[in-house]
């Protein structure tokens, strides 16, 4: 076993305990409904319930409504209104999309895919180099990550385990299928270890995170977005290849998996600033290829560079 994943959690006779059963129920009806039910059904009974969720969720439609606001002046209050309900219906059909990449069989999950270009990760992986995989908070982000997989190109995810033991235990299971394994989010020194050993890391450095390691650079047309330095501080160290990747639905239901550039050369890694603002450009990029599916549920604008909070969402 590799030191530097997180241990698989061990099922024990305590998981079964009443004060858990509702969690085996949802689950276990959650992978009732992706297995049983014709995938378009349950894709639409999951946008369904994003809709739904628009009516007790006042809070989440006006950040996300405030989000595209600010990050796309130009667009009229009619075109902000179809984006926030269309973001709603992806954010209910996440739930379904985590069930699909949870609970298929490899080989139903892999009729979903389309290999759109790969062609950077497999020459890095020919070459048994390191890559930070720059992904975003896609609503189906569950699923670009076994898509990967599948196709061959198994990661590392940045991890919080739950606090909840069965959770946990059903979570850690249904996201290291096909290879894909997990390290612990605040421990840096083993991000760097999986790249030195030429391994894949999957990394969001696209929302705001708070002060603490960031600076304030241009995103979309926010000229003072709170951006984490993380980037950096793993890259620098490991000296690692930047493949930004994506898996977004199409409108035929299927998921293009893309890591088609890889953009280490130009990165300014000693420049933290720079780094930042160059790497947003390409997270701008992937957000723009399905902005619909993004996360603008959350408060990405919220830090100012005085040190408040929130005053963007009042």
Same mark, same amino acid.
């Given at each position: 076993?590799?030191?530097?994943?997180?241990?698989?959690?061990?099922?024990?006779?305590?998981?079964?305990?009443?004060?858990?059963?509702?969690?085996?129920?949802?689950?276990?009806?959650?992978?009732?409904?992706?297995?049983?039910?014709?995938?378009?059904?349950?894709?639409?009974?999951?946008?369904?319930?994003?809709?739904?969720?628009?009516?007790?969720?006042?809070?989440?439609?006006?950040?996300?409504?405030?989000?595209?606001?600010?990050?796309?002046?130009?667009?009229?209050?009619?075109?902000?209104?179809?984006?926030?309900?269309?973001?709603?219906?992806?954010?209910?059909?996440?739930?379904?999309?985590?069930?699909?990449?949870?609970?298929?069989?490899?080989?139903?999950?892999?009729?979903?895919?389309?290999?759109?270009?790969?062609?950077?990760?497999?020459?890095?992986?020919?070459?048994?180099?390191?890559?930070?995989?720059?992904?975003?908070?896609?609503?189906?982000?569950?699923?670009?990550?076994?898509?990967?997989?599948?196709?061959?190109?198994?990661? +590392?995810?940045? +991890?919080?385990?739950?606090?909840?033991?069965?959770?946990?235990?059903?979570? +850690?299971?249904?996201?290291?299928?096909? /290879?894909?394994?997990?390290?612990?989010?605040?421990?840096?020194?083993?991000?760097?270890?999986?790249?030195?050993?030429?391994?894949?890391?999957?990394?969001?450095?696209?929302?705001?995170?708070?002060?603490?390691?960031?600076?304030?650079?241009?995103?979309?047309?926010?000229?003072?977005?709170?951006? #984490?330095?993380?980037?950096?501080?793993?890259? +620098?160290?490991?000296?690692?290849?930047?493949?930004?990747?994506?898996?977004?639905?199409?409108?035929? /239901?299927?998921?293009?998996?893309?890591?088609?550039?890889?953009?280490?050369?130009?990165?300014?890694?000693?420049?933290?600033?720079?780094?930042?603002?160059?790497?947003?450009?390409?997270?701008?990029?992937?957000?723009?290829?399905?902005?619909?599916?993004?996360?603008?549920?959350?408060?990405?604008?919220?830090?100012?560079?005085?040190? #408040?909070?929130?005053?963007?969402?009042?």
């Amino acid at each position: 076993m590799n030191d530097y994943k997180i241990g698989k959690p061990a099922f024990s006779i305590t998981l079964l305990h009443p004060k858990y059963w509702g969690v085996w129920f949802g689950f276990g009806l959650l992978a009732a409904i992706v297995n049983l039910l014709p995938y378009s059904v349950s894709l639409s009974l999951g946008r369904a319930l994003g809709k739904m969720g628009m009516k007790i969720g006042k809070k989440r439609v006006h950040i996300a409504r405030r989000n595209l606001q600010l990050a796309f002046p130009e667009m009229s209050s009619h075109d902000i209104e179809a984006m926030v309900a269309e973001n709603f219906k992806n954010t209910g059909a996440a739930l379904i999309e985590s069930g699909i990449t949870w609970f298929w069989p490899t080989w139903r999950f892999r009729r979903i895919l389309i290999e759109k270009d790969i062609s950077a990760l497999r020459k890095h992986a020919e070459n048994h180099k390191g890559v930070l995989l720059c992904a975003v908070h896609a609503l189906n982000l569950e699923i670009c990550a076994r898509g990967f997989a599948v196709l061959g190109l198994p990661g +590392y995810g940045v +991890y919080r385990p739950h606090s909840n033991p069965a959770y946990e235990f059903i979570q +850690y299971r249904g996201r290291t299928r096909n /290879g894909n394994q997990l390290v612990y989010r605040r421990d840096l020194k083993q991000m760097i270890r999986v790249l030195r050993k030429g391994e894949r890391l999957f990394y969001l450095p696209d929302q705001d995170y708070g002060h603490n390691k960031s600076v304030f650079v241009p995103f979309f047309a926010v000229e003072e977005a709170c951006t #984490t330095t993380g980037t950096s501080l793993i890259a +620098y160290p490991s000296k690692c290849a930047l493949v930004p990747v994506s898996g977004f639905r199409t409108a035929q /239901g299927k998921y293009e998996i893309m890591a088609d550039i890889s953009i280490e050369d130009d990165y300014p890694q000693k420049d933290m600033s720079a780094a930042a603002a160059y790497l947003n450009k390409y997270i701008e990029m992937i957000i723009m290829r399905a902005p619909e599916q993004w996360m603008w549920l959350h408060k990405r604008f919220k830090s100012l560079p005085d040190g #408040t909070n929130n005053s963007r969402y009042q």
